[in-house]
């Protein structure tokens, strides 16, 4: 009978202990939550970052207060006075799409946020090549990587490429291009398209009265249906604003490749055809740009309105040239994809609920609003010199 009695009691110990236990883990999770020495958090940016319920947060908080690990900043309002615990250290593998302005921009912002929270990114270049990204993939599961930012265009590889990591039941985050399985993380490409279609047909009823004698499709097929949906967009936003464009001719133009190709695909097309009033919807700046030269080239710039997707850099500066044709671009702002690629991986990682897919902010950029959304851009004109865009050469697509 005594020895039951002690048993029992062993048991409601060990109990006891796995309840606390739980108890410290989670308090340790809020301590982690400040990342910095002197960090001051709000409880809901508490409860953001742990994912534990309000109730749970505020007594782990309040606990801590009186243990000395956690002050009271204000109202609400909880600072770190001992400096940030380093969280376990994943190590997330990024296959990045290859040299073009828009990846670099994503590639800086990922290592910045990767050092802050303690991430070790692993980074191979795909160099806008299948037969590299499928290579790459094989690279990244044999070191092992507890979660990979897959980053490459070609939409007949993703499969592929997608079924590899799943087999070695590696978490994927496909960025912009869809993979089986994977998370998606990029643009909403029908919005997107929606939004520049919209305002490239309010310039053509203010313009030209709503007159359109034809429209181009500047396309990138490799990637895919979903890319093929900014185009689709993009028509539809001008039908809105013009109804009648319905019956206007509809040339569709594979936009695969350099800016030079680019630009020699258009050349063709231009010495086959009369330049006339034309839309030009492109997939991205790229072919929005070789759109713009190769109209210039033929004497015909007034002949024709360009609408481009991504915003970068070279399309920013066109925005500014007096007298420019590129109606608008719309923004992706990769620059900051880092700030919620890094934390949804680190979700992932820690077994925290997920969405299947995060869209990324998107904003028309024009001539009337570039320097707002973009100040700093003509701080480093100033520094470093820049060409007009339309002059320069391009060396990549992007997406």
């Known amino acids: 009978m005594k020895q039951a009695v002690i048993e029992q009691a062993h048991s409601a110990n060990r109990n006891g202990d796995r309840n606390e236990s739980q108890t410290v883990l989670r308090a340790c999770e809020v301590i982690k939550a400040f990342r910095q020495t002197g960090e001051e958090l709000q409880l809901a940016e508490v409860m953001e970052r742990t994912g534990l319920p309000k109730t749970t947060t505020f007594r782990l908080l309040r606990t801590l207060i009186h243990g000395g690990l956690i002050e009271r900043a204000g109202a609400g309002i909880y600072r770190n006075s001992f400096g940030p615990i380093a969280a376990q250290q994943f190590r997330v593998g990024f296959a990045t799409q290859g040299n073009t302005e828009f990846a670099r921009e994503v590639n800086r912002g990922l290592e910045v946020v990767a050092a802050r929270e303690h ?7 795909n160099r806008y090549s299948a037969r590299e990204a499928m290579r790459n993939a094989e690279l990244l599961i044999r070191d092992r990587v507890d979660l990979v930012l897959e980053f490459q265009t070609y939409d007949r590889v993703a499969p592929a490429i997608a079924a ?21 993380f990029g ?16 310039w053509a009823r203010e313009n030209w009265g709503g007159h359109v004698d034809q429209l181009v499709l500047m396309g990138l097929p490799i990637a895919g249906s979903l ?21 206007t001719p509809l040339i569709r133009l594979d936009g695969r490749g350099s800016f030079d190709q680019v630009l020699d695909e258009l050349r063709k097309y231009l010495r086959r055809r009369r330049p006339r009033r034309t839309l030009v919807c492109a997939v991205n700046d790229i072919c929005a740009l070789a759109s713009l030269r190769a109209f210039e080239e033929a004497g015909a710039l007034e002949q024709c309105a360009v609408m481009g997707q991504n915003a970068l850099r070279m399309a920013r500066d066109e925005l500014r040239r007096p007298g420019t044709r590129l109606i608008g671009s719309v923004a992706y702002f990769p620059e900051r994809y880092g700030e919620e690629l890094i934390p949804l991986a680190i979700n992932i990682l820690s077994k925290k609920p997920t969405p299947p897919a995060v869209f990324v902010k998107h904003q028309l950029l ?34």
Request: aromatic share 4%; charged share 20%.
């Open 366 to 399: 024009t001539p009337r609003n570039v320097n707002l959304i973009y100040p700093l851009d003509t701080v480093e004109m100033g520094r470093e010199g820049s060409g007009t865009a339309v002059d320069g050469t391009i060396p990549d697509t992007g997406i």
């Open 119 to 125: 991430v070790r990114l692993i980074t191979l270049n």
């Open 187 to 202: 643009a909403d490409n029908y919005k997107a398209g929606l939004i520049g279609g919209k305002a490239l047909g309010r």
């Open 227 to 247: 890319l093929e949906l900014r185009l689709s967009g993009m028509v539809d936003g001008l039908r809105s604003e013009l109804p009648q464009i319905v019956n």
């Open 164 to 184: 590899k990591f799943l087999a070695a039941k590696t978490p994927v985050i496909a960025i912009e291009v869809p993979h089986p399985g994977a998370t998606y």
